[in-house]
C-alpha cells in the first residue's frame, strides 16, 4: 500500500503562491505516475497537474494551470511538490495527490478513476 501525505494549503491573496508537497510511503516509487487534483465546493474533482516518477520526469497541467503551476519530485524524499504562482479566486478548492501504482507506460493519467491511492487533502483559499 501507500500513503500520500499533503501539505502546504493555507491562505492566500490572489496573484500569491503556494508550495504544496506530497510525501509518499509504503512502496517504491520507481515508476509510478503522480497527480495533483483538486475539487471546489460544488464541483467535480479536476486533474491538475501529473508527473512520472520514472520516464523522464514528463509533465502534463491542465490548461487552466499551464504557466502559472509547476509540478516537481525530489526522488530521493519521495515527495513531489506543486509550486502555485500566480493564484486567482478561482484556484479555491482541496487540492489532493494520487498515485497511479502501475508501471508508467508513457502517459500522464488525468481521470480519478485513473488513480489508485489518494491523500487526504489540503485546502488552498485565494481571496480576492
Known amino acids: 500500500q501507500v500513503q500520500l501525505v499533503e501539505s502546504g494549503g493555507g491562505l492566500v491573496q490572489a496573484g500569491g503562491s503556494l508550495r504544496l508537497s506530497c510525501a509518499a510511503s509504503?512502496?517504491?516509487?520507481?515508476?509510478?505516475?503522480m497527480g495533483w487534483f483538486r475539487q471546489a465546493p460544488g464541483k467535480e474533482r479536476e486533474f491538475v497537474a501529473g508527473?512520472?516518477?520514472?520516464?523522464?520526469?514528463?509533465?502534463r497541467y491542465a490548461n487552466s494551470v499551464k504557466g502559472r503551476f509547476t509540478i516537481s519530485k525530489e526522488n530521493a524524499k519521495n515527495t513531489v511538490y506543486l509550486q502555485m504562482n500566480s493564484l486567482k479566486p478561482e484556484d479555491t478548492a482541496v487540492y489532493y495527490c494520487a498515485v497511479v501504482m502501475r508501471a508508467y507506460d508513457g502517459g500522464i493519467y488525468s481521470l480519478t478513476s485513473q488513480y489508485d491511492s489518494w491523500g487526504q487533502g489540503t485546502q488552498v483559499t485565494v481571496s480576492s
Open positions: 509504503g512502496r517504491t516509487f520507481s515508476t509510478y505516475t
Open positions: 508527473v512520472s516518477w520514472g520516464g523522464g520526469g514528463t509533465t
